[in-house]
């Protein structure tokens, strides 16, 4: 894993205002997820499934918060009918940080199905995404979904592939 990834991850986030954060636990997340939890300025609430997390994402955002989720893609299956009924009907901004398995580099199969659906799932569901190939970009993307997310009142993905957590971009 490389810090200097979740680390980049982080100061965007930061940079982008997020201050309410809703993370399920990934093993590519684990690092962002440490610096998260130890920030005093974002309120972090861990969640066993991605839909609760949209859900609770969506209440802290009616509150006066900036919020977003950090998951793998695999939950994004668990999050359709949250996303569509809750934050797409009623306007609710969201940014997904979105570990991106089942792609070029992993190593485990039972990943790959929901890897190569991912992008076309987000486009069914008319959600803008980006997908970063460096950190710098991500960096940007991030601050950038931050911005689209609020101005749309739309939940925006950034999706890091497998290379962005395990290689210096």
């Not at 810090?3 to 930061?14: I, P």
């Not at 960096?139 to 939940?155: G, R």
Request: glycine share 8%; charged share 15%; hydrophobic share 45%.
């Amino acid at each position: 894993m490389d810090d200097n990834s979740s680390m980049a991850v982080y100061k965007s986030m930061k940079k982008a205002g997020v201050n309410f954060v809703v993370s399920v636990p990934c093993v590519n997340l684990k690092d962002l997820i440490y610096m998260v939890n130890n920030d005093p300025e974002i309120l972090h609430i861990p969640v066993t499934r991605e839909e609760e997390g949209i859900g609770v994402c969506a209440g802290a955002y009616l509150g006066g918060k900036k919020t977003a989720i950090l998951m793998q893609n695999s939950g994004l299956g668990n999050s359709i009918n949250a996303l569509a009924s809750l934050n797409k009907l009623y306007g609710i901004p969201l940014l997904m940080i979105i570990s991106h398995r089942g792609v070029e580099g992993e190593q485990v199969c039972a990943q790959v199905p929901m890897g190569i659906l991912t992008p076309h799932l987000l486009e069914a569901m008319q959600i803008q995404f980006f997908m970063p190939s460096s950190k710098s970009e991500a960096e940007d993307n991030i601050i950038e979904a931050m911005s689209t997310a609020l101005h749309n009142k739309s939940p925006v993905a950034v999706l890091l592939k497998i290379g962005f957590w395990k290689s210096v971009c």
